[in-house]
């Protein structure tokens, strides 16, 4: 068998063997028997082998047996097609390194040369961290997403450039859309808000914008799918500027707040209605003590003689004072008349007269 170095001389062009050698992928050179003639530093590394111990090896030795057929049907088809190969098409299999273990790949295949292939070029992709990072990036979009139920009722991920507006959240359900019914632009978020908040809205983004600030808070109603409104607040933070100083895009909660607000409306009704009652009570309390007052006039009680004279000069005495009074009198003699006209002139006189039976306390 000829070595590489032969092989570089006779056959492979200075090109193709600079495109293997420096080719920043893992990238094998495999002939018209599945044997490998030539790798790169990164098919080594990647299958944890060393050049010398790969160059010269069947492919096959590398193709787990589980997918023998699928790698024997690609590699055929590669060879046997008429046409020209496309560059793009890759299969997933799998790949067993040195040390016995093996590891999910893409292999992309490409004839060498085109018209009169004798070898075909394999391009190596190892799937295994592509899947890592895919697990890790589904992971964390999905703690993003609980995260986002538990503060707000969606997330939004805007590019101000392109207008375009990415959610995350049910935020269709929410307003009565069917599913992806709900805009997925800035323009088209800005339609739904109320017509008489969004002049308003407008107007506080560009102030917001024009002050050079990187996060905003909104309050505003937005429109549902049904015409009814919903009380939202809308705040963000932008996450890039341009070098002039232009937001490109932010990121975003909305809360739905409609409940809370209505609720605050409710208990804000109540409030004028509960004020507006103790206002009338107040009004009706004036208007009983005023006739509680008439009806206790000292010109209902009758008499004119010079001892009742002074008594009525004695409950004028001490009607300003806090001394407790005792009246004492036969029963019919005017006593209670006595205390309502001591209770008129004294200062407790807005306040109600309470009477006691002492003769049916026990």
Known sequence: MRSPGELNSEKLSSFLWELLRYSPGATIL???????????????????????????RAIETLIPAH?????????TRCFSNTEDWPFEEARDLWVRRADGSEIPVRISLQRWPSDAPTHVVAWIQDMAEYQEALETVR?????????????????????????????????DQLMGFP??????TVSGWLDRIHPEDRDRVVGEFEAFIEAGEDSWCFNYRMLAADGSSHYWVDSGTVTEFSQDGK???????????????????ELEKA?????????????????????????LDYEDIVGNSESF??????????ADLEATVLLTGETGTGKELLARALHASSQRSDRPLIKVNCAALP
Not at 251 to 265: F, H, P, Y
Not at 309 to 318: D, E, F, N, S, W
């Open 271 to 295: 409030l004028a209605e509960l004020a507006t009652a103790k206002e009338r009570l107040s009004t009706e309390n004036i208007y009983l003590q005023e006739e509680i007052l008439k009806s």
């Open 179 to 184: 599913p992806g019914g709900f805009p997925r």
């Open 247 to 265: 937001i490109l895009r932010g990121v975003g909660a909305a809360q739905d707040i409609t409940e809370s607000v209505l609720r605050e409306i």
């Open 30 to 56: 495999v002939d018209r028997e599945e044997t490998i003639v030539a790798t790169n530093a990164n098919a080594a590394k990647l299958l944890r082998s060393e050049r010398e111990e790969l160059e010269g």
């Open 67 to 75: 997918v023998q057929e699928a790698w024997s049907q690609f590699f």
């Open 309 to 318: 004279r002074r008594t009525l000069a004695q409950v004028r005495m001490v």
């Open 139 to 171: 992971e964390s979009e999905n703690r993003f997403r609980i995260a986002a139920r538990h503060t707000a009722d969606f997330i939004q991920e805007a590019n101000f450039e392109t207008d375009q507006l990415k959610l995350f959240g049910d935020v």
